[in-house]
């Protein structure tokens, strides 16, 4: 089987700059769905159809034989446009859109299975019923229930506009259906675009059977708008939460946990409500993610509590049995083994040692409006609240800083370094100011 994935569309109903398949699902490009879910079922080839100027797309496709559709002239063209690539190619056509990211591999096969099962078809068409047929080609039937025709909504007669079976858009066919039929279709129509799904009637001229597989409304879902985008998203996240929980991962409120569709789960894993999982999280064994934190590009090793309201950014590997407490961030950071960073603190651009405890306001002064600047804390050692740490600097093993010190200079191990000013005492002050401010109240 080869396959053609269409993507030279713009997607101007997404209203952006960016080309519609590269908006994302899950934290991953939609046409790298579509591709991922493709490459499990090993076709031979695989070619990407793009549309001018998308070198963004193209990069994320080296992978497969790219053609450009110079003019968007409607999916019969975009398909035509990969034949030259696929010209001494004999066997199995599939064509799926780039739009289309939650398709799976079963439904693949399904297709794959109604093409070859019956000789007399020329061509299958994936069909389902999504809960709004608004914008979708609608597939209309015989008597005996096989495919008449598809019309595009554009097209569609009132009548027509009551059929609930739609055109998901994906259809197989063989290599001579391609090479023998495709070149005859026209572009009489609305849009005046080469529709793919003109090949129905083209295979009924000639005595040829059309196969329909129908597959579930969720997963078939097209994207051309936010909305739709949304939609999509909505439907992914609940895979990826079923996912999780069935390999082991509590999600206390799994509607409000949002995952990626890299984020990677140890064993007995706690999520609490509104947590947030970006790109490239890797959690450990038993470790527990407090409502309201918010990770991205983040390891958690085994035991590690993070949360509640913690943000971990990109670079930053939280060591085994470490503690992440509220309103912390951390960025590019190594946290060690069993250490404490209990409350409110910033960490970025650090290697920070094992069983070192970081108290509540403690701030890496990473930037010093120039360049980044990295900050080292040894094990065991005790950075006291509210203390600055002015980076390029160090602080040795077992070393301990006063609360409130602004550190510029390296702390030896087994220091112990305040900088804070020295506090006064003065007798009776207290009863003097309250004199001057009699009419005041404390
Ligand atoms: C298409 C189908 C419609 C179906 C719907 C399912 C046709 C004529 N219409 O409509 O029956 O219900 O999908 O989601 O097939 N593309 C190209 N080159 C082109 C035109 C399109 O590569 O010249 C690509 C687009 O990038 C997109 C896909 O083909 O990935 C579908 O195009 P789109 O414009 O989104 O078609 P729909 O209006 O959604
Ligand atoms: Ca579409």
Redesign the pocket.
């Known amino acids: 089987m080869a396959v053609i994935v269409?993507?030279?569309?713009h997607?101007t109903r997404m209203q952006s700059e960016v080309p519609?398949?590269l908006h994302q699902v899950a934290g991953r490009p939609m046409i790298r769905h579509v591709l991922d879910t493709v490459e499990t079922v090993s076709p031979s080839r695989i070619v990407v159809?793009i549309?001018p100027d998308m070198e963004d797309v193209e990069s994320l496709c080296r992978a497969y034989t790219i053609v450009v559709?110079e003019e968007?002239?409607?999916?019969a063209?975009?398909v035509l446009e990969a034949r030259e690539a696929l010209k001494d190619f004999e066997g199995n056509i599939l064509v799926i859109?780039?739009?289309?990211p939650l398709l799976t591999a079963d439904t693949i096969l399904l297709m794959r299975q109604a093409l070859d099962e019956d000789k007399k078809n020329a061509l299958v068409v994936l069909g389902f019923e999504p809960e709004s047929p608004k914008?979708?080609?609608r597939i209309r039937c015989k008597q005996d229930g096989t495919i008449a025709s598809?019309v595009?909504e554009q097209e569609a007669s009132s009548e027509d506009l009551k059929i609930t079976l739609?055109?998901?858009?994906a259809m197989i066919f063989s290599s001579e259906v391609m090479f023998k039929e495709l070149g005859k279709v026209g572009n009489e129509n609305v849009k005046g675009?080469y529709?793919?799904?003109d090949l129905i009637s083209l295979a009924h001229d000639r005595g040829a059977k059309v196969g329909l597989v129908v597959g579930l409304p969720d997963e078939l879902r097209?994207v051309?708008s936010r909305v739709d985008l949304a939609g999509a998203e909505a439907v992914m996240q609940r895979r990826l939460r079923t996912r999780a929980m069935v390999a082991g991962v509590t999600l206390i409120d799994p509607t409000t946990t949002w995952l990626s569709m890299d984020t990677i789960f140890g064993r007995d894993v706690t999520v609490g409500p509104n947590v947030f999982l970006g790109k490239s999280v890797e959690v450990g064994d038993r470790v527990e993610i407090k409502s309201f934190s918010h990770l991205e590009g983040v390891k958690l090793e085994n035991d590690v509590a993070v949360g509640p309201f913690a943000r971990l950014r990109p670079g930053t590997v939280i060591g085994s049995g470490a503690k992440v407490g509220n309103f912390v961030e951390i960025k590019a950071a190594q946290i060690g083994k069993a250490t404490k960073v209990s409350h409110l603190t910033y960490i970025g651009d650090s290697n920070v040692g094992n069983h070192v405890n970081v108290g509540a306001g403690t701030i890496t002064c990473n930037y010093d409006g120039f360049a980044k600047h990295l900050t080292e804390i040894g094990d065991g050692a005790f950075i006291g609240s509210n203390s600055a740490l002015v980076a390029p600097v160090s602080v040795g093993e077992n070393a301990i800083i006063g609360a409130g010190s602004v550190v510029t200079d390296d702390v030896e191990e087994d220091e112990l370094s305040v900088t804070r000013a020295e506090q006064k005492h003065l007798k009776g002050g207290a009863k003097r100011w309250k004199g001057r401010r009699s009419t005041d109240k404390f």
């Open positions: 269409l993507a030279a569309g997607g519609k398949v159809v549309g559709q968007r002239l409607g999916t063209h975009a859109f780039g739009d289309t914008g979708y080609g598809i595009e739609c055109n998901s858009g675009e529709y793919l799904t097209g051309n």
